[in-house]
């Protein structure tokens, strides 16, 4: 068993080289450029939603009252009729990224720390290099990749999205596990 304050150094340079490798992904016109296609009425669809002031949230509509009333004739006519959508309103302004960034590099620290306690928990220091490797990239692939296929399955998310997600998860699990059997403790 390696305790997980051996292990602070590989956490962090994991989580920082997986940031990095991840702003590289997402900022260079790689598999992510088509992910939200533009609608081709856009200046339509704004201008009908800016007078209703939707506050900044998520939303699925239409959206009855309770359970009983999805079998409502009303609610099922405004199904069939539609749009049924799932919609993100953000703040209006300026899209700073500070917020977003910073809870990223958090998400990718806590990552690197389950793959070191799971780690930790079954190698001693010194331990085999590639059951280092081995284990933190599993439990990196698991952080980073396997919760958004729900997004897909309940949500009706693109598949591509999610199989190009899952191809970025790959990529980190193999950086964190790569930087945890470089750096682990002797």
């Given at each position: 068993m390696t305790e997980v304050t051996a292990l602070w150094l590989p956490i962090l340079v994991s989580a920082v080289l997986v940031f990095v490798a991840s702003s590289i992904i997402h900022m260079a016109p790689l598999w992510?450029?088509?992910?939200?296609?533009?609608?081709?009425?856009?200046?339509?669809?704004?201008?009908a939603l800016r007078p209703l002031n939707i506050a900044p949230g998520g939303y699925f509509f239409p959206r009855p009252s309770s359970q009983a009333g999805m079998r409502a004739p009303e609610f099922v006519e405004k199904m069939r009729r539609g749009p049924v959508a799932m919609l993100t309103v953000f703040p209006n302004g300026e899209m700073g990224m500070s917020r977003q960034l910073t809870t990223w590099f958090i998400f990718c620290l806590v990552v690197g720390l389950f793959a070191a306690l799971v780690a930790g928990a079954a190698i001693p220091r010194g331990g085999d290099a590639h059951l280092v490797?081995?284990?933190?990239?599993?439990?990196?692939?698991?952080?980073?990749?396997?919760?958004?296929?729900?997004?897909?399955?309940?949500y009706r998310r693109e598949l591509s999205m999610?199989?190009?997600?899952?191809?970025?998860g790959v990529i980190y699990a193999m950086i964190t596990g790569a930087t945890f059997m470089w750096l682990w403790p002797s």
């Open positions: 992510h450029r088509g992910d939200y296609p533009r609608m081709a009425n856009e200046e339509q669809v704004m201008d490797f081995h284990l933190t990239a599993l439990t990196a692939l698991a952080g980073y990749s396997l919760a958004l296929w729900e997004m897909t399955i309940w999610s199989l190009k997600a899952t191809l970025d």
